[in-house]
């Protein structure tokens, strides 16, 4: 019988590794400003920051900062590593989004920084926990060859059996992104105005839904390759995937096309708000 106490501590797991991540980047990035501050290489801080050069050194150590929560988020997780990533992630988006809103009209820097911010702080926290993944892939290296019993057998063949549809499902709903994509830029293209700027919020939001729907079926991809390593780690399909570490996997770079493209749409639609005059 499962313990009752496990769901809860779990949970508390869950939520502390996702907190772990948050705050180091928050902290990290607090304390770098700070001291760069103090340094006078910043200008004090009850003053705006309009040098490019330095708004690209702020964003290019945020960008590292949330590599580095998304990892420690991953490291923490008591399980699914990746689905606390994604929680972390778009903790981090949605925040910054909010600063996007939040600091319109008040010039306090160029409009581009804070925009930035927001259409980095998904992928580099997803990398964070990429890089996690492929550490533990590296370190789970099979000890042994035994025989797998019959039911073993039977479910590795189900589970390869789904793999490959749901390879096969991800592949279509790319393909079939790929294509709204170019239809849709093309028509945008024809059309101007206000009805510009609906097209292109009702293509964010499109394109966020389709974006959730192949990021579900990766994961699903994600799951029965781990099952499958669970199974038989010796598996042909596992070892090649550990002997080539490079190019990378194709899923993860395929499923960065429409969550790229969603960050495009929503930075050109945010833009125009923080812009505007």
């Not at 600063?99 to 010039?107: E, H, Y």
Request: charged content about 15%; aromatic content about 10%.
């Amino acid at each position: 019988m499962t313990n009752p106490s496990i769901a809860p501590r779990n949970l508390w797991r869950s939520t502390g590794a996702v907190l772990v991540g948050f705050f180091a980047c928050a902290l990290l990035s607090i304390g770098t400003d700070t001291i760069l501050h103090l340094l006078k290489v910043y200008p004090p801080a009850d003053q705006p920051m309009w040098d490019p050069r330095l708004n690209f050194l702020a964003l290019a150590y945020r960008c590292v900062y949330a590599v580095l929560g998304g990892y420690l988020t991953a490291c923490l997780a008591p399980r699914n590593p990746m689905r606390h990533v994604w929680v972390l992630a778009f903790i981090g988006l949605a925040m910054a989004v909010a600063g996007v809103i939040a600091t319109r009209g008040m010039n306090l820097g160029p409009c581009w920084y804070p925009i930035s911010l927001a259409v980095t702080a998904l992928p580099c926290v997803w990398l964070g926990g990429i890089l996690y993944q492929r550490m533990q892939n590296v370190a789970n290296v099979p000890l042994n060859n035994r025989e797998l019993s019959f039911e073993e057998k039977n479910a590795l063949e189900r589970t390869d059996s789904e793999r490959k549809h749901l390879e096969g499902l991800l592949q279509n709903r790319i393909n079939f992104y790929l294509i709204f994509i170019g239809l849709f830029l093309g028509s945008l293209y024809q059309i101007y105005g206000v009805m510009r700027e609906v097209a292109l919020v009702a293509g964010t939001v499109i394109s966020f839904l389709l974006t959730l729907a192949i990021c579900r079926t990766y994961g699903l991809v994600a799951r029965a390759l781990r099952d499958i390593e669970d199974i038989d780690p010796t598996h042909p399909y596992i070892k090649y995937r550990r002997d080539i570490s490079f190019p990378p996997n194709a899923n993860h770079v395929l499923v960065i096309i429409p969550i790229g493209v969603t960050l495009l749409f929503g930075t050109l639609t945010l833009l125009s708000m923080a812009c505007a005059k």
